[in-house]
């Protein structure tokens, strides 16, 4: 696979940091340039075929990197004329005869630490034309949000422009990072500007064709002073380099009611579904951990009948809003559905057995290690049940957490020793995380 990255940009933004001489793209973070990063990233993944696309102060570029030889790599330039720039995928057009296979398509003034031969595996099983990785960011609110359904695949883009107080929306963000079809340059018809979304991954959305890969992974745009302050500090502390799926994630698995929204019984409607104070600061903190931050839930009223599975994401939608407004988010979401006793007026008898995914059962613990490549054993569990507790017992006697709030372990089914007990799920990270960090409490 080869790659092609959008480095024309005037950087006015950042123009603060580039004083005019530099190009965005040669931004420096620990003394080598942001295009730099990009390079060797694309080179552990086995990419070495590199278009760099270039205009604003292009030469600055090619008389650093030449033809790439020096760092093992093989670059060709694309040259914009910065007085006509084509927007962010206008030069694809002198591209449409030179390249011949699916590639990879980057806006340069994203840092990135990616295992792309995970996401190129994606993008070939779903037949994708577009692959767009996304995911998760503090800033939701301000953010252009992809919306996909159950399958990944994206089903439009969520301006940011858009009045979001009306409604609740999933917290995932385009990440600038995208793979796609050789095909995808035929809608590139003439030398003019074009942009990536609205003319090329729009127009393959409404036939299918564009899939939403959901990562985990170091993806930041540093278009902003603010945000380029924010990558160097997170570089300095090593943070892009454990988020590569290629090495063994931890995890924090979250309960969910009870855990991080007020405990009502079985919830039914996003107008009862309400944070616990402190939860989304305690999430925050786990996001600026070396931990991921995934929610683990058992839902039997899908199976009773008395929640469809689209009211059951309105809910989700609230809590991954709720969570974004106070700067905090969730980096996965796995619910079990079924529910083994019969009997109830609506129930749904497709859902109706012993499966393997219901806790204490641990079907939804393995399959988010799987997909996130998280080592169990690193991992922490933090819940109000003794169902919580019981199931990091039977996953191989994982750090578990008992939180005061919701049942605090008063539902009784099994007697179980958690690892601590605290009073709430913002005392809980604190706890593990002092663990995790040496500090006493």
Do not use: W
Not at 28 to 56: A, F
Not at 174 to 181: D, E, L, T
Not at 395 to 416: E, I, P
Request: charged letters at 30%; a negative charge.
């Amino acid at each position: 696979m080869k790659a092609v990255i959008q480095a024309g940009g005037k950087g006015t933004r950042v123009s603060s940091l580039t004083g005019g001489v530099i190009p965005k793209p040669m931004l420096e973070i620990s003394g080598y340039p942001i295009l730099y990063h990009q390079i060797m990233n694309l080179k552990k993944s086995g990419i070495i075929d590199i278009t760099l696309i270039v205009g604003h102060l292009g030469e600055v570029i090619k008389d650093y990197f030449k033809d790439g030889s020096a760092l093992g790599v093989n670059i060709s330039y694309v040259t914009e004329d910065p007085e006509k720039p084509l927007g962010t995928a206008g030069s694809l057009y002198y591209l449409k005869d030179k390249i011949d296979e699916d590639f990879i398509f980057l806006l340069a003034d994203v840092f990135i630490d990616i295992d792309f031969k995970r996401m190129e595996q994606f993008h070939k099983e779903n037949n994708a034309s577009v692959t767009l990785l996304t995911h998760p960011n503090s800033h939701p609110f301000d953010s252009d949000l992809v919306v996909a359904d159950k399958d990944n695949k994206v089903q439009s883009f969520d301006s940011k422009t858009n009045d979001r107080t009306k409604y609740f929306y999933h917290n995932l963000v385009n990440a600038g990072v995208m793979i796609f079809s050789k095909d995808t340059l035929d809608l590139i018809k003439e030398e003019k500007k074009y942009s990536y979304e609205k003319d090329i991954v729009e127009p393959l959305i409404k036939e299918g064709k564009v899939y939403s890969y959901k990562s985990s992974e170091y993806a930041k745009d540093m278009g902003t002073p603010e945000r380029y302050a924010m990558v160097q500090d997170e570089y300095n502390r090593g943070v892009h380099t454990k988020r590569n799926l290629s090495n063994k994630q931890k995890c924090i698995f979250l309960d969910r009611d009870g855990t991080i929204n007020e405990y009502v019984g079985f919830l039914r409607n996003p107008d009862d579904f309400n944070l616990i104070p402190g939860a989304a600061e305690a999430i925050r903190d786990i996001n600026n951990s070396d931990y991921l931050c995934i929610v683990i839930t058992n839902q039997p009223v899908i199976a009773r009948g008395e929640v469809t599975e689209e009211e059951l994401d309105n809910i989700h939608k609230k809590l991954e809003k709720l969570l974004g407004d106070e700067g905090a988010y969730i980096n996965g979401l796995y619910y079990c559905p079924h529910h083994p006793d019969k009997g109830f007026e609506g129930e749904r008898p497709e859902l109706k057995f012993d499966c393997d995914c219901r806790k204490p059962k641990i079907g939804m613990l393995l399959r988010a290690a799987q997909e996130f490549n998280i080592d169990l054993s690193q991992s922490i569990i933090i819940g109000d049940s003794t169902l919580d507790i019981k199931m990091a017992e039977n996953a191989g006697g994982m750090t578990s957490v008992l939180v005061k709030t919701g049942q605090g372990g008063n539902d009784n089914k099994f007697y179980v020793s958690p690892t601590y007990v605290c009073e709430d799920l913002k005392d809980a990270v604190r706890t593990v995380l002092d663990k995790e960090n040496g500090r006493k409490r």
